[in-house]
């Protein structure tokens, strides 16, 4: 069954350094979204997108946040100087069309700024 | 205020009872789901409604759209039900992003 890949599972990183996070979507899937979850607290929504452009973003995704599709398959999250704070699990989710439809999710990965 | 709030927060139970988390929401949507996160993060995707009952094996749900309120029931739970279930909403539009509750922690002893 196909599935949402994400890498690495886990990032270690120093205050100030920038990371990528990594995800391949469903390949037939047109919109594409990053969530992430702090630990112990709910999962928030961070950024859409869909045919190639941010469709919609929350407060949370402010100019340190970027997200591209470089190619046909990858979908990143840049964070350009990562806070401790931005601390958490990182979820990117696929989705076939618009409409209901369901979301698919891949494992996470978890952010640790040091 | 929460738009999207669930109870219990924490269920413990023994193997075999019937389980019922609640979810009510108050916003508009065009959807709600049900999700699973395992303890080591991972989350599936187990229902998604718009109206009336779905059953998947051991887990049903239900919404009402009038009363703004979800419930999601398991029967004859067992260990390995143990795991947060999230409700989450989606309020239509064009990106159909999710706005999520709280989740609730179950833990199922034998």
């Known amino acids: 069954e196909p599935e949402v890949t994400q890498t690495p599972s886990h990032q270690v990183t120093q205050m100030g350094q920038e990371v990528i996070l990594r995800c391949v979507p469903i390949?037939?899937?047109?919109?594409f979204y990053w969530y992430r979850q702090i630990l112990g607290q709910k999962v928030e929504f961070l950024v859409s997108f869909y045919n190639n452009e941010i469709s919609e973003k929350s407060e949370i995704f402010d100019d340190q946040f970027s997200v591209e599709r470089p190619d046909g398959s990858n979908f990143t999250l840049k964070i350009r100087s990562t806070k401790l704070e931005d601390s958490a699990m990182y979820f990117c989710?696929?989705?076939?069309?618009?409409?209901?439809?369901?979301?698919?999710f891949g494992p996470g990965t978890r952010l640790t700024v040091t | 205020k929460n738009e999207v709030e669930q109870s219990p927060q924490n269920l413990t139970a023994q193997e075999g009872e019937f389980i019922t988390i609640n979810c009510s929401y108050s916003?508009?949507?065009?959807?709600l789901h049900w999700l699973q996160q395992h303890p080591g993060g991972g989350i599936v995707s187990l229902f998604m409604l718009s109206s009336g009952k779905k059953k998947h094996g051991r887990l049903i749900a239900t919404i009402n759209i009038q009363e703004k309120h979800s419930s999601l029931h398991i029967t004859a739970s067992h260990p390995r039900d143990s795991a947060v279930y999230i409700c989450?909403?989606?309020?239509?539009?064009?990106?159909?992003?999710?706005?999520w509750g709280a989740g609730t922690k179950l833990i199922i002893k034998p």
């Open positions: 916003v508009g949507i065009s959807a």
């Open positions: 989450a909403v989606s309020r239509g539009g064009s990106n159909y992003q999710l706005i």
């Open positions: 989710a696929s989705r076939l069309q618009g409409g209901v439809y369901e979301q698919y």
């Open positions: 390949s037939n899937h047109l919109y």
